[in-house]
């Protein structure tokens, strides 16, 4: 740090010190006239009650509702802690009293900053010689930079974060980071299957706008209905991230796979399905399986070799969804279809669900996705 920085950070500690000292000055004003009294009667436990009595206001004062974020919001501005300050606590109670001690603190601390200021510097020009003034003036200022540095370690140990606080903010920031990749899932898996079947229909289209313009006027309605229906998503996912949630459509299921099979025959790709009655499969299950469906199926017409794809599910212990299709060789023996990103998605879903996923080539030609998501066993098993 420079030296005018080191200057300014002794000036604002000195600051957050004197709001202390006019703290103290206004409880030691009560104590003095409640002593006073004592003094008056000519009684000694008087007095001694009203001082107990103001250091149990100061207690009182420290634990109304709103102190410690004061407190916490004042030491963040003029103490520059160097740590992270708790506002709300994830235990408010284990906070109470430690909040209480930097009070105390705070007002004691700045109460002797402020005497010294107040009375020890003009005192020590006007009584002492100029060179034990100027010593006196130095050490008193060296001092008050002492309390300031002593109050900004109180306030990392009164008003940090406890483990409790740093475990409650991590599972925080899980539960945020969790949140993100779940929409990072979604928007690949909705966004990047729409932009295909959008491109697939637009290339349809194009082939059979002049022998056939039912078709084509087909092919664009469904471009108009799928990039309506990914408009709507991308709003939602946008206003998740903005914390304003906003309305969509319900989430396909299994029982919408048949549509979706339906979408990409109509571009004219070969889709062999066999589908299961997918009665009794949890809603959680279902959508995630769509979402599973509709992956492997984009991945399957984007990177296949325009061979048949075979799209079979099974509904018994557990959800099967199995996806077949051909590849070019080369192909075949590297990474296979699909990005990263999607397959990883995928295998976040599955293993959500306490399933899992298995991705490869089942031979040089052929490749496969095989899904197994385990159903409750209480549920009927279908064949």
């Given at each position: 740090?420079?030296?005018?920085?080191?200057?300014?950070?002794?000036?604002?500690?000195?600051?957050?010190?004197l709001?202390?000292?006019?703290?103290?000055?206004?409880?030691?004003?009560?104590?003095?006239?409640?002593?006073?009294?004592?003094?008056?009667?000519?009684?000694?436990?008087?007095?001694?009650?009203?001082?107990?009595?103001?250091?149990?206001?100061?207690?009182?004062?420290?634990?109304?509702?709103?102190?410690?974020?004061?407190?916490?919001?004042?030491?963040?501005?003029?103490?520059?802690?160097g740590?992270?300050?708790?506002?709300?606590?994830?235990?408010?109670?284990?906070?109470?009293?430690?909040?209480t001690?930097f009070?105390?603190a705070?007002?004691?601390?700045?109460?002797?900053?402020?005497?010294?200021?107040?009375?020890?510097?003009?005192?020590?020009?006007?009584?002492?010689?100029?060179?034990?003034?100027?010593?006196?003036?130095?050490?008193?200022?060296?001092?008050?930079?002492?309390?300031?540095?002593?109050?900004?370690?109180?306030?990392?140990?009164?008003?940090?974060?406890?483990?409790?606080?740093?475990?409650?903010?991590?599972?925080?920031?899980?539960?945020?980071?969790?949140?993100?990749r779940?929409?990072?899932?979604?928007?690949?898996?909705?966004?990047?299957?729409?932009?295909?079947?959008?491109?697939?229909?637009?290339?349809?289209?194009?082939?059979?706008?002049?022998?056939d313009?039912?078709?084509?006027?087909?092919?664009?309605?469904?471009?108009?209905?799928?990039?309506?229906?990914?408009?709507?998503?991308?709003?939602?996912?946008?206003?998740?991230?903005?914390?304003?949630?906003?309305?969509?459509?319900?989430?396909?299921?299994?029982?919408?796979?048949?549509?979706?099979?339906?979408?990409?025959?109509?571009?004219?790709?070969?889709?062999?399905?066999?589908?299961?009655?997918?009665?009794?499969?949890?809603?959680?299950?279902?959508?995630?399986?769509?979402?599973?469906?509709?992956?492997?199926?984009?991945?399957?017409?984007?990177?296949?070799d325009?061979?048949?794809?075979?799209?079979?599910?099974?509904?018994?212990?557990d959800?099967?969804?199995?996806?077949r299709?051909?590849?070019?060789?080369?192909?075949?023996r590297?990474?296979?279809?699909?990005?990263?990103?999607?397959?990883?998605?995928?295998?976040?879903?599955?293993?959500?669900?306490?399933?899992?996923?298995?991705?490869?080539?089942?031979?040089?030609?052929?490749?496969?996705?095989?899904?197994?998501?385990?159903?409750?066993?209480?549920?009927?098993?279908?064949?």
């Amino acid at each position: 740090m420079s030296t005018a920085g080191a200057i300014r950070t002794a000036l604002l500690r000195t600051v957050f010190l004197l709001i202390g000292a006019a703290l103290f000055l206004a409880f030691a004003l009560l104590g003095l006239s409640v002593a006073a009294v004592g003094r008056t009667t000519a009684n000694v436990v008087v007095g001694v009650v009203g001082v107990l009595l103001v250091a149990a206001l100061l207690v009182a004062v420290s634990l109304f509702p709103g102190v410690r974020d004061v407190e916490v919001a004042a030491a963040r501005i003029l103490l520059d802690p160097g740590a992270e300050l708790v506002e709300e606590p994830a235990e408010p109670r284990r906070h109470r009293w430690r909040t209480t001690w930097f009070v105390i603190a705070h007002v004691l601390l700045g109460g002797l900053v402020g005497t010294g200021l107040v009375v020890g510097v003009p005192t020590a020009v006007s009584e002492l010689p100029w060179y034990a003034a100027v010593a006196a003036v130095l050490a008193i200022l060296a001092a008050v930079a002492a309390a300031g540095l002593l109050v900004t370690r109180l306030a990392v140990v009164c008003l940090g974060p406890t483990d409790a606080d740093r475990l409650a903010l991590a599972e925080q920031r899980i539960r945020r980071e969790q949140g993100q990749r779940m929409l990072a899932r979604d928007l690949h898996d909705g966004i990047g299957h729409a932009l295909s079947v959008i491109s697939l229909q637009a290339v349809a289209g194009r082939r059979v706008v002049d022998r056939d313009p039912g078709h084509a006027a087909e092919s664009l309605e469904i471009i108009a209905r799928t990039a309506r229906d990914a408009l709507d998503e991308l709003d939602h996912a946008l206003g998740v991230l903005r914390d304003e949630p906003t309305a969509r459509a319900p989430d396909a299921r299994l029982g919408d796979v048949p549509a979706l099979v339906a979408s990409y025959v109509s571009t004219g790709a070969d889709v062999e399905a066999d589908l299961a009655e997918p009665t009794g499969v949890a809603d959680l299950v279902s959508r995630e399986a769509y979402r599973i469906v509709q992956e492997a199926l984009t991945n399957a017409h984007k990177h296949g070799d325009g061979t048949a794809i075979r799209l079979r599910t099974r509904v018994g212990a557990d959800l099967v969804v199995e996806v077949r299709n051909g590849v070019p060789r080369q192909r075949a023996r590297t990474a296979g279809p699909g990005s990263a990103r999607g397959l990883a998605g995928l295998q976040e879903r599955v293993a959500l669900l306490g399933g899992d996923l298995h991705v490869g080539a089942l031979d040089p030609t052929t490749w496969m996705l095989v899904a197994r998501i385990p159903l409750p066993p209480e549920r009927e098993e279908r064949p």
